[in-house]
């Protein structure tokens, strides 16, 4: 693998793992505001069991897609800080609400607004995606000018793309869908039967609106971003094998088991992997661009020293990160039996 | 306003309110963890008791530091990609590294709050020591970027093109140790003046009804007072060692801090006042003869360069001098202030502190944040026009992007609304757990 393919790896990974967390993350805090009144079913407390020690965790990754993306491609980061300003801005101001009040209304349980406190940080967080998730069609090319010599989004071409609201509305759809599956787990394996009934149902209604939307995004690629849908469709018995595995997904939740309907731990690996290949069939069909067309992986890489330092840096520093990862997931995700009727220190 | 005004201005409002959380998130930990060694060592519940509020007002502040640094890390390629691209060829090694110390510092802190009960005492001391090395490393790893700003090395420009590029030179750029050491002890010191700010405030309000409150915040002022009073004295005598690097390598830096106009050797130390350019001197000011070239370079006979040798678009803006000062004098203030506490309390065995003392003492956490805020200003200002010192300049790093103006009064009014959420969060929380609720189940 040439350095530049490497980086671009390593960056994807990074996109994977905060695309997955992240959808999650922010999905939690949605149904732990839409299920506020409910405290029969403790579904607002599960979400907020998950939430409250890992929203930081996930936060890191946001900052290390950054990090990575001007460290090994600056010249792409020029082009999309310069682009990106706007959007990019909302995009923080929504994050820095979202988490400010998120943590605060874990921190003024008893106090009369509380409600006030979660609603603005469940919606802004469930934003957050539908603006992130619009920097994959504005990389796909055809919404940047250049004018004067500077290159310029042109705002009024992204508000009105079908295509940008394709990944809208399935960046939406896909963390409510993700997040409730995963939520439908995790109170599964901590007997939480009520809060499981209530996520399974929300899974098996929002999964199928997600599919939906990946397939509205294939329709409207075709005639925005002809280059990369063409690509796609080299890959088509990977596409078939993610549909495949969403399929698989499905039928574990209908399937009956010992205790409550389905097998949700079952889906939620399967749903992980079919993100996983659309993603990497996506990832590697917008090769060699990272902005189409003026930005590649070869005329945007850094330095090929400064490159090796760095690569050295990061197998070094998650070899060393691992246990503790390890001990994290261990503590919060596995034995959170023990932990579910717990007060936080 | 013009473009790069504005750019600035938005980009020192972040940092201005990310640098109080985020100073506030390694002065604090060490506290805790103060604490609980404390608590382990004497097995006085108080401590324990501390360490657990202490905790909870640490991660409301998290609320608002991890946010502002999010925001902090994304602007700087959204309104300085021309910075950035240099920096992700030259000196992306900190910012990488300091992914690993966020990412200790996040997961540790979530096993310490959430996962208290669950985990041995000794697993909770770890936990401390491993939160308080991240934030300290994030604190030195991002400073590290901004001395580079300073002092740039590890790389040429050739017709305009990056070449000879060597990271880990760059990373060991020639500030790096005085300069983020100046960061870390200086947020120790703040860490230990807030808290004993905090602890004073309460035991005016216990003084008379409550002698239990009272005794509780008592500990908490004492340790406070020994902590920054060690660090501050720490910061100052870096804080020289960081005026002789400036000296060095940034010497209209420190003539603006100075306000010194003409080239001299004995040249005086100007104390407060007001740099006047016409008159070319610094007004209303008290003067230390021969000080700024003993200080600079340990000798009278140190030659410093005055304002009027370098050119005049290489000038700081000379308001400097003042936050200069600023700092300088709250730095001596609150060292004065903490060695008073401790003999008064230690050697002279007094029982309690006069009500005017108290005061002094719940003015120091309010006086080390200004500092902070001083000292950053000065220097990044103190920079000015460059972003990367005699490389680049800040009107050549900035983006070409329009429209800032809203954006810079959306983030104004999305830090108020936090600032303020926060300050009502904390007080909300610690009106309704009150000590009084948590110490009895505490007595033994
Ligand atoms: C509690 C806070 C605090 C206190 C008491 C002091 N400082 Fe400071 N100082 C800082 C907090 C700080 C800072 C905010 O952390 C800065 C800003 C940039 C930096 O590197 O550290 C800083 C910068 C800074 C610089 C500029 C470095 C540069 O531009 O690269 C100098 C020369 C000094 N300090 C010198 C001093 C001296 C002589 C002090 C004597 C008492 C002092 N500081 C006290
Ligand atoms: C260590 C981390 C920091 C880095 C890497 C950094 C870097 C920068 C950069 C790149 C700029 C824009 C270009 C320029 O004006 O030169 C800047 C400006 C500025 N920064 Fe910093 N900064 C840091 C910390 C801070 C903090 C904590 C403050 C707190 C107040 C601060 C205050 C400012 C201000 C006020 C400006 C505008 C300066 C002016 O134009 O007069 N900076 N900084
Ligand atoms: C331009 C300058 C700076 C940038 C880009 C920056 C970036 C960041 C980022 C991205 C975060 C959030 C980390 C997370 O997601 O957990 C953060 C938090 C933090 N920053 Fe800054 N920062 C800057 C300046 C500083 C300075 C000067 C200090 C030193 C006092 C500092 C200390 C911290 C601390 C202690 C946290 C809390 C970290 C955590 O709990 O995870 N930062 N900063």
């Known amino acids: 693998m040439g350095d530049s393919l490497l980086a671009i790896t390593v960056i994807w990974g990074f996109i994977f793992i905060y695309a997955v967390m992240g959808t999650m993350d922010f999905g939690a805090g949605f149904w732990s505001m839409v299920y506020i009144n409910r405290t029969k079913t403790n579904a607002t407390d599960v ?21 990575a993306l001007f460290s090994f491609f600056p010249r792409a980061t020029f082009t999309l800080g310069t682009v990106l300003l706007v959007p990019g801005s909302i995009i923080l101001l929504l994050l820095s609400i979202r988490s400010g009040f998120l943590v605060f209304s874990h921190y003024a349980s008893s106090f009369k607004y509380r409600r006030a406190l979660v609603y603005i940080s469940g919606i802004s967080g469930v934003l957050i995606p539908a603006f992130l998730i619009a920097v994959l069609p504005v990389s796909q090319g055809g919404f940047i000018d250049i004018i004067d010599g500077t290159q310029r989004l042109n705002l009024a071409r992204v508000f009105s793309s079908p295509h940008v609201y394709s990944f809208i509305g399935f960046a939406i759809t896909s963390s409510l869908f993700l997040s409730s599956l995963l939520l439908a787990d995790y109170s599964k394996s901590s007997d939480e039967m009520e809060a499981y009934a209530v996520y399974r149902r929300d899974a098996l209604i929002t999964g199928p609106l997600s599919l939906l939307m990946a397939i509205f995004i294939m329709i409207t690629m075709q005639s925005e971003a002809s280059w990369l849908y063409d690509k796609m469709m080299q890959f088509k018995p990977l596409l078939y ?17 010992q205790k409550g309907k389905g097998m949700p731990r079952l889906a939620v690996v399967s749903i992980v992997l079919q993100y996983f290949l659309a993603s990497y069939v996506y990832g590697r069909s917008h090769l060699p661009y990272v902005v189409y067309p003026n ?31 390890f001990y994290f997931w261990r503590l919060f995700m596995k034995d959170n039996k023990e932990y579910s009727k717990k007060k936080p220190y | 306003m013009d473009h790069l005004v504005t750019a600035r201005s938005m980009f020192g409002l972040n940092m201005g309110v990310h640098i109080i959380f985020a100073t506030l998130g390694v002065g604090i930990p060490l506290m805790i963890l103060l604490a609980e060694i404390l608590y382990y060592k004497t097995k006085d519940k108080d401590y324990e008791l501390m360490a657990q509020r202490w905790t909870k007002g640490a991660a409301v502040l998290l609320g608002v530091a991890i946010p502002t640094g999010t925001i902090a890390g994304v602007q700087l390629a959204l309104l300085w990609p021309g910075f950035m691209e240099i920096v992700g060829k030259v000196m992306a090694l900190p910012f990488q590294i300091e992914i690993y110390a966020f990412f200790i510092e996040a997961l540790f802190l979530s096993i310490y709050v959430y996962a208290a009960d669950r985990i041995s005492r000794k697993m909770r001391i770890i936990s401390l020591v491993l939160v308080a090395i991240g934030a300290l490393a994030s604190a030195v790893l991002i400073t590290n970027v901004h001395a580079f700003e300073g002092t740039p090395a590890g790389f040429r420009i050739l017709n305009g093109e990056i070449v000879s590029v060597d990271p880990w030179a760059a990373f060991f750029n020639p500030s790096f140790f005085v300069t983020s050491g100046h960061v870390a002890v200086s947020a120790y010191t703040t860490g230990g003046f807030v808290i004993a700010s905090v602890a004073a405030f309460k035991m005016l309000r216990a003084r008379k009804h409550n002698p239990r409150e009272y005794k509780f915040h008592h500990k908490a002022l004492m340790m406070g007072l020994v902590i920054g009073g060690i660090f501050s004295f720490v910061t100052a005598l870096n804080g020289h060692e960081s005026m002789q690097k400036v000296y060095e390598y940034q010497p209209e830096k420190l003539a603006a801090a100075e306000g010194l106009f003409e080239t001299q050797d004995h040249a005086p130390l100007a104390l407060g006042g007001f740099t006047d350019e016409k008159e070319q001197r610094v007004k209303y000011g008290i003067e230390f003869p021969w000080m700024l070239s003993f200080l600079s370079g340990n000798s009278f006979n140190t030659v410093i360069t005055g304002l009027n040798d370098f050119p005049r678009d290489y000038w700081p803006p000379l308001f400097v001098h003042t936050l200069f000062n600023g700092m300088v004098i709250i730095g001596s203030i609150l060292i004065l202030v903490a060695l008073v506490g401790i003999v008064w309390y230690k050697f002279l065995k007094k029982k309690s502190f006069p009500k005017i003392f108290m ?32 490389i680049m300049r800040t009107s050549e790093a900035v983006t070409t992007s329009a429209n800032l103006h809203i954006l810079f009064f959306l983030f104004l009014l999305v830090y108020i609304v936090l600032v303020a959420a926060v300050a ?15 110490l009895p189940a505490q007595a033994d």
Not at chain 1, 52 to 67: D, G, K, L
Not at chain 1, 241 to 257: E, H, K, N, T
Not at chain 1, 303 to 319: N, R, T
Request: some cysteine; charged content about 10%.
């Open chain 2, 424 to 438: 009502l969060v904390l007080v909300f929380y610690f009106r309704r757990n009150p000590l009084s609720k948590e």
């Open chain 1, 47 to 67: 979400a907020n069991r998950y939430l409250s020690p890992t929203w930081e965790v996930t936060n890191v990754f946001i900052v290390a897609i950054v990090v």
């Open chain 1, 241 to 257: 094998g993610s549909v495949g595995l969403f399929v698989v997904a499905g039928i574990a939740l209908l399937l009956p088991s």
């Open chain 1, 295 to 325: 930005v590649t992986i070869e005329n945007g890489f850094t330095h090929p020293d400064a490159f090796h330092s760095l690569f050295i840096v990061y197998i070094v520093g998650f070899a060393i990160l691992f246990p503790g990862f």
């Open chain 2, 359 to 390: 005061w002094v003492f719940v003015a120091t956490g309010p006086l080390a944040i200004m500092a902070i805020e001083f000292g950053w200003i000065f220097a990044c200002t103190g920079r000015q026009p460059w972003v990367i010192y005699r």
